[in-house]
């Protein structure tokens, strides 16, 4: 039905005749000529209908806004005074001399033009038509392209591309699992997985070497902007590959993927680990284009008469955090009063400040409500040690370390927006030697997962000091999201048994959880490692989009719901009963 | 850990210090020599362990079956007489210098050498273990070879991978759906997708030309061999092409890939209409190997004085054909029983048969219970018809025309196994202009699905004559098993509508089922067409398998099972509070 896509219409097609087919993105009747924008994947093109041609021309006139067309047409060159260099078929345009109207349509229920006007429902509900503006359509399609570059790239690295179960068993990730009924044994269910991270390992286990797939993964958990219930992770996993080699390896392909689509070289990515990330920027998943560090100054704090500082200072499981703002002294009291607003968000008590309005005056020229608590040597220090300068601004963060860490990281890039000091537009990084395990109320948890093997020590030695054993995991960061995280896992049985008890799973729980596991790990499991990218963010990241919801075709609501499809909806009574299930709250009638 | 795999080395490496990973296949101590097969996914390759490595020999001699070991050696020529043919590196093996063994194996739980002493559960169960048989990696190998390959060509023609929800609405394909209970919408279910068929559709109204993703499904049926509660499909839709171009393009993808993974040219593929498929074959997935074929002969027995034949002869509904095998009058008259037993199976109430014993001793060569209710004239017309020689024999069916086609259409199987008359290996067709509906108990059911559009009728039309309309489906067929099937779809509000009125789908339920496809028809769609594959099957013609489930990483039992992970298993109580959905029936204490 087609000799060519519009958008592909170029200079090179003068003097052909061209059949195309797409949809009206405009029409308009100028002066008696009719211009139609021409619409599909590839892009606009122009086509003009002269009223010499009285019955086509008659046609061209009632073309509306989404008409699926088809247009036949000589390709010839537009007046210069037309050229239009923002279009890639700016430069031509087509005669019209034929037109058929494959199907009309309706007036539309959403702006095309102005999609800012549609509220999120109405782009949801009207999905199909939401994806024919040109921005959304370029996201899926780069995403097409990202998938194809990173499948190629694994195929060509002797990665094998093996689909796992989406009906099992329920995922030790930690999250809450979607259930599926099953009607073979019924008042049993299947979980969703949250990940195919005992699969790929069993597929280790098996001997497949190098694995990957792009796989869906589900979490029934509240949603935010970059969560979904169903979202998609290109997942990795090798075998008699150290830590290093899988980070050179995905580091690879990464640097390509930015090379290959949007011809930016990376350059290698800095390593940095969990312990320094938390002391310069409060995070695990520092945003490096942000100059701004978090600078300790307990130390200096000890002894001070101000128990919000010599507190923390003190304190073996506090910190005592100095952030410098440079040009910050410019901040009316209204503007520190939010930041302290912001911090308490993340649980701090409050906002120290210091602000350097004039450094040649010495300590006159300080403003700070804490400034009585300090000795002019100590300030010296504060300020040598922040490279501080006149006219800038520090504040300080006083609690629990974590704490301290949170709200500070989050002001940190706050701060580092509103000063607008973002240098750079990719800084990734890799974050190492994270701990194997947070403390928690009641016991120890697992800080990526109880897969996760620790670096260099026994099983005897990790039990004799498991809070301060770094494990063998490894996260991908790029401009303060995490692209993707992985570990080396544990391949013996008596280090996963360990590590099991250490995180609480009683003897019992564990067989009954992991029994399979525990039990493959007993026929020559091979040492493995690996790693799964989060694929909706990348795009969203490389797109620049604002949600994953954007670089998604049919995503659903932060109320996890379809407005398109009505999904989810009620169930066939007489399916409830197959499956010996049944609903505790009565629906409403008028839902029904 | 390694220089290269085991089952790549080869002459080229001869005199080269090589370091190897893998498992113990097997390990020998033949007079004081350790001769061990070690084995990776590329294959296995002999290392010897002489004793005057003391050290190293006398670890050599603790190995056993499954243990995962690292081995250094050098590569050198087998002696003449010790050359294997058969391995991929027969030709050479690896003086041990080294061997570390990184993990031991407990003895195995099932047998590796005589898998099929393990029962099918075993296997499930230690799918790990069943996964280190070459035959069964080589299987996922060379799946992930067909999957790379089907989206190499997808891609290079201009079909972009998009994403579909696996979290949607109950879908209209008929079997049972897969729920999952929604914990924002208490009593409310999503359904896993049956195949992402309105989605595909809803992205050619959102204009993305050409749609191809690899995809779950899910169906939650009763199992047989080559189904399984969750399958992939390739699955294909393009907009503003016709059913011929759309066959050409899939047929062009088939072709590809079995020169490229199986060095087979399939040819071109011949085309057969449903109406003559039946006819000929019983079937509408014929198998082009199997020589043997049904003829028609009602018109011939009209008149008999014989109910079992002149009744379906006089018949609209009826039909009465023969079915001639080659060599066949050697049948005892247990095996022609055992026929009519087969038969029975599909609905035949018996085998009326005719052996031709000798045609030149004229009706007395010939044998046959029904002979005395046929003239002379009638045998010899039956026997030019069905072409039959001496030593053959006929058989004969004669019931309601789609049970004389099942029926006969499998005895045609069977009897082609039988007779060993499989000609050629791979024997491709398209099966095309499938009826519309088929007529069942209280109306009208679609052949294909209710969105598949009927060839060159208007609504007012379909209307008129609904079942004798065909329409634009095709499947494409190979060795007797469908490996996938499309349509061109309905583009138009009016024409969908028709079709679920026809299908006797009211238009409340149409519009709370289908309500928003019906709108989205409203809005400019373009005229679009797809398919879809069945990948599973595919890869298990391909790879000679028994069963799909021989193809899957980690399949179900045909109870919809796990024995590996024990899903399904008990929800946690308070998630189902959450779900808002109880257990009927009582789980059984011990079972917990």
Redesign the interface.
């Known amino acids: 039905?087609?000799s060519h896509?519009c958008g592909d219409i170029n200079k090179s097609h003068l003097g052909q005749e061209v059949t195309l087919?797409?949809?009206?993105n405009r029409s308009r009747d100028l002066g008696g000529v009719v211009f139609l924008d021409l619409?599909?994947?590839e892009g606009l093109v122009q086509v003009v209908y002269d009223p010499d041609l009285k019955d086509v021309f008659d046609v061209a006139s009632t073309l509306r806004a989404?008409?699926?067309v088809q247009v036949t047409g000589l390709v010839r060159a537009r007046p210069d005074s037309q050229v239009n260099s923002q279009m890639k078929t700016g430069e031509i345009e087509i005669l019209g001399k034929g037109l058929t109207i494959?199907?009309?349509?309706?007036p539309?229920p959403l702006s095309m033009d102005n999609y800012q006007n549609n509220s999120e429902e109405q782009r949801l509900k009207y999905?199909?038509?939401d994806?024919?503006r040109p921005e959304m359509?370029e996201r899926?399609?780069f995403?097409?392209k990202v998938?194809?570059y990173v499948?190629?790239f694994l195929?060509n690295n002797g990665f094998?591309?093996?689909?796992?179960?989406?009906?099992?068993?329920?995922t030790p990730e930690g999250a809450?699992?979607?259930?599926?009924?099953?009607?073979?044994?019924?008042?049993?269910?299947?979980?969703?997985p949250q990940s195919p991270q005992?699969?790929k390992q069993?597929?280790m286990?098996?001997?497949?070497?190098r694995y990957y797939q792009i796989v869906?993964c589900?979490r029934?958990e509240d949603l935010r902007a970059d969560r979904q219930?169903?979202f998609?992770q290109i997942d990795i996993e090798t075998?008699?590959?150290t830590s290093e080699q899988v980070m050179e390896k995905t580091e690879q392909m990464m640097r390509g993927l930015f090379q290959d689509l949007l011809n930016v070289d990376l350059g290698e990515f800095p390593r940095m680990t969990f312990a320094e990330a938390m002391r310069r920027f409060g995070s695990d998943k520092p945003d490096l284009r942000n100059p701004l560090e978090l600078v300790d100054v307990a130390d200096l704090l000890r002894d001070v008469e101000f128990a919000v500082f010599n507190g923390p200072a003190n304190d073996i499981d506090g910190r005592v955090a100095a952030l410098r703002i440079p040009t910050g002294a410019s901040l009316s009291r209204k503007q520190i009063d939010d930041y302290t607003k912001f911090v308490g968000i993340y649980g701090a008590k409050g906002l120290a400040w210091m602000k350097l309005n004039d450094l040649d005056a010495g300590i006159d020229g300080i403003q700070s409500p804490v400034l009585k608590f300090l000795t002019e040597d100590i300030v010296k220090q504060i300020i040598s040690r922040t490279d501080a300068q006149t006219g800038d601004i520090i504040l300080f963060g006083a609690d629990k370390a974590n704490i301290v860490a949170e709200a500070m990281g989050a002001l940190r890039l706050k701060a580092g927006e509103d000063f607008n000091l973002l240098q750079g537009q990719w800084r990734p990084l890799w974050v190492v030697d994270f701990p194997m395990f947070e403390k928690v109320e009641g016991g120890l948890h697992a800080v990526h997962h109880p897969f996760t093997a620790p670096r260099g020590v026994s099983a005897e030695e990790l039990k004799l000091d498991p809070a301060n054993t770094v494990s063998d995991a490894y996260d991908m960061v790029l401009n303060g999201c995490e692209l993707g995280g992985g570990s080396v896992r544990i391949?013996?049985a008596e280090m996963q048994s360990t590590v099991f008890e250490l995180l609480g799973i009683e003897k019992e729980e564990a067989k009954e959880k992991f029994?399979?596991l525990l039990e493959?790990l007993?026929?020559?499991?091979?040492?493995h490692a690996g790693l799964a990218f989060g694929l909706d963010r990348i795009i969203m990241l490389m797109t620049g989009a604002n949600s994953i919801r954007d670089v998604?075709?049919?995503p659903?609501t932060t109320?996890?719901?379809?407005p398109?499809?009505?999904?989810?909806?009620?169930?066939n009574p007489q399916?409830l009963?197959?499956?010996?299930?049944?609903?505790?709250?009565?629906?409403k009638a008028d839902a029904e």
Chains 1, 2 share one sequence.
């Not at 094998?160 to 329920?170: C, F, R, V, Y």
């Open positions: 039905m087609r896509y087919v797409g949809w009206v619409r599909d994947r989404e008409f699926c494959i199907n009309a349509s309706a539309l999905r199909y038509l994806l024919r359509a899926l399609i995403r097409a998938t194809s499948r190629n195929d094998l591309d093996i689909e796992t179960p989406i009906l099992t068993k329920a809450r699992d979607y259930l599926v009924p099953s009607r073979t044994y019924k008042g049993q269910f299947f979980a969703l005992l699969f069993l597929l286990m098996s001997g497949f070497d869906k589900f029934d219930p169903e998609t075998s008699f590959m391949h013996n029994g399979f493959a007993r026929y020559g499991t091979p040492p998604m075709a049919f659903k109320t996890a719901a379809c398109l499809t009505n999904a989810p909806g009620f169930a399916q009963v197959e499956l010996g299930i049944s609903v505790i709250e009565k629906p």
